[in-house]
């Protein structure tokens, strides 16, 4: 572990690590040992900072939702039209693929998480959230700027996103981020 590390505190310590490794090997194979040898504290650590290891991953999901809502959120302070308003969450997800990840980028961790969880759980609740989000601020950025039936519009643009994330994910290729977001621009120029 590096020096600095040490430095931050150790909630954070143990969420930075949960972080990495449950999006590099998943959360039902990421236990708690390797979780807090990689955070460098002790086992109990862990418990003083998180009631269990499901309440860890829902801060977990939290962190990864907040993350994103950072890239849009400097993508959307960025644009200067509003077509480029609109676009801004797939350069937000473009953004957040393109971090140096443990094992490589492997698609959107919030539906990786998703996958390990059984129906009506409250991870799998909180990722159906984080997506209806995503679909409100592209549906809001339409409304702004006008289109209509910008649900609809906002619902497709939210399917055509999250399409290209799996994929992007699934076939380890970026670049499919990149495409959503030109089909996306096609799509919003033939309104």
Sequence with gaps: MVATEHKKPVRQRLLDAASRLFYAYGVTATGIDAITRQA??????????FSSKEDLILVYLEHRHAEL??????????????????????????????????GGFRGCGLLNAAAEFPS?????????????????????QLENAGYGSSAQLASHLALLLE???????LEY????LVQARDIATVLLEAQ
């Design 173 to 176: 290729d970026t670049a499919l």
């Design 69 to 102: 809502l950072k890239f849009y959120h400097q993508r959307l302070n960025q644009a200067e039209t509003t077509q480029a308003r609109i676009l801004a969450i797939f350069e937000a997800y473009i953004d957040h693929a393109g971090i140096d990840y443990e």
């Design 40 to 49: 460098g504290v002790a086992k109990m650590s862990l418990y003083n900072n």
């Design 120 to 140: 009506g759980s409250p991870g799998r609740d909180r990722v159906c959230e984080h997506k209806e989000q995503i679909q409100q601020l592209i549906q809001e």
């Design 163 to 169: 399409g290209a994330m799996s994929r992007a994910g």
